[in-house]
């Protein structure tokens, strides 16, 4: 079985590369910007035909929030434009596609856990990029499967995590903001529930159930506690202090709820989900080796 992955620099895509270690018998094609320009769509289509690729998984995604705000062009082209063509170009070839997208199509306003068929509502160029790409996807494959998630951190890339280490060890103090709650998700953990998809989905192709699904750990948090957690976590001394999203202007809106219920993927594929402490004492961890 063959897998085409894109945006494969960025933190899910080198998580499923460590991942597709444990998948010998199965073919991985990883690209990125450098070998394959997913917003060209006679490039697309070629390489399709050229692969033949059983799976698709799209993690290749325009994430600079606030940069989206001035850069609309180049954030449309990638969350929007980009997810479409692929989705075209699998259902012309047979392949299955898996779209990454986000928590921030809701507006934030929710005050319960989020399911797959509430109102979007999203706030700024990024939230409305990718929205857009959901959609696209859809419209030109029906057979798509949608994987919305949040507060995505890995050893690998940028991230929170880092910064939040960063600022622990050169710092005796930091503000976070306490208003905003979501879940943190380990990148680790959604590559390994994306790859239990296409195994389940292998095995059984009945079982490929496409449409939107939501996945992050379990739990909720604000910033403030998930910088608590990693300075616990890490053995780092640093006073964490709230404060409110005003203190730290941003040129995008940051969803002010966005907890997703994974309840439809956990039933659909049987998969199971760590609590996002535990991922996060992992992902420490391994940092720390």
Not at 3 to 21: D, R, S, W
Not at 212 to 234: L, P, Q, R, T, V
Request: a negative charge.
């Amino acid at each position: 079985m063959k897998l085409l992955i894109t945006g494969a620099y960025g933190q899910l895509g080198n998580e499923i590369k460590v991942l597709a270690e444990n998948y010998r018998e199965w073919e991985f094609i990883f690209t990125d910007v450098d070998s394959l320009d997913i917003t060209n769509g006679n490039a697309v289509i070629d390489f399709f035909y050229e692969t033949i690729p059983d799976f698709v998984i799209n993690c290749a995604a325009y994430t600079a929030v606030d940069k989206a705000e001035t850069d609309i062009e180049t954030a449309y082209r990638i969350n929007s434009i980009a997810p479409g063509i692929m989705a075209n170009a699998a259902k012309q070839t047979g392949a299955k596609m898996i779209h990454i997208s986000t928590d921030y199509v809701f507006g934030g306003k929710a005050f319960r856990p989020l399911v797959e068929t509430d109102e979007v509502n999203p706030e700024g160029v990024y939230a409305k990029s990718k929205l857009a790409g959901e959609q696209n996807c859809m419209k030109e494959n029906p057979d798509t499967l949608v994987i919305r998630t949040s507060w995505m951190y890995s050893t690998f890339g940028n991230n929170f995590v880092k910064t939040m280490l960063r600022s622990g060890m050169e710092r005796s103090s930091v503000n976070v903001i306490f208003d905003q709650t979501g879940t943190p998700t380990y990148a680790a953990d959604l590559a390994e529930a994306i790859l239990n998809i296409i195994l389940i989905s292998k095995k059984e192709p009945e079982k490929f159930v496409p449409g939107i699904y939501h996945y992050s750990n379990e739990g909720m948090a604000s910033w403030y506690d998930f910088s608590k957690a990693i300075f616990e976590i890490a053995g780092i001394d640093c006073m964490v202090f709230p404060v409110l999203s005003e203190a730290f202007p941003t040129l995008a809106k940051r969803p002010e709820y966005s907890v997703l219920d994974k309840s439809k993927i956990k039933n659909t594929f049987g998969i199971n989900i760590p609590f996002w402490r535990d991922s996060l004492k992992i992902c420490i961890n391994k940092m720390e080796r």
